[in-house]
């Protein structure tokens, strides 16, 4: 077994993801963390009525995910080490581009409807430092 190199507690204050870093990780649990997205995704694109294309897990430096105007969405393996509540609020926002390509009010509205907590979750989501 591996020994997997955590991040650590930032000195910006932010704290670490806890995810080790992504050439650390097997193919098994590269495949995990994959599953795991796309069930989520699934879900939330059942109760929100949106279809995406293309589900991509990705180490990006700046983003938590995004989502492309042909419908492809992207996460950062990183929220897989989070809380599940910070996950979720992510793929709610992707899934809300789906009806929005900006961040209106309209979307905003969308991103409430199915995350009430989304305030909370976003600002949460800046105590996080990406690596």
């Known amino acids: 077994m591996q020994k997997l190199d955590f991040v650590r507690q930032k000195s910006d204050n932010r704290r670490g993801t806890g995810a080790p870093a992504i050439e650390c990780l097997s193919n098994q649990e590269l495949d995990n963390i994959k599953d795991t997205f796309e069930k989520r995704v699934q879900f939330y694109c059942d109760i929100m009525n949106v279809s995406v294309g293309r589900i991509t897990i990705r180490n990006q430096k700046t ?56 305030r909370t979750y976003r600002k949460q989501l800046k105590e996080y430092e990406l690596t």
């Not at 992207?74 to 929220?79: K, M, R, S, V, W």
């Open 63 to 118: 983003r938590w995910g995004s989502c492309s105007s042909k419908g492809n969405v992207n996460f950062n393996y990183q929220l897989y080490y989070m809380p599940q509540e910070l996950m979720d609020y992510v793929i709610v926002h992707e899934l809300s581009h789906r009806r929005y390509m900006n961040h209106s009010a309209e979307f905003w509205a969308e991103v409430e409807k199915y995350c009430p907590e989304y």
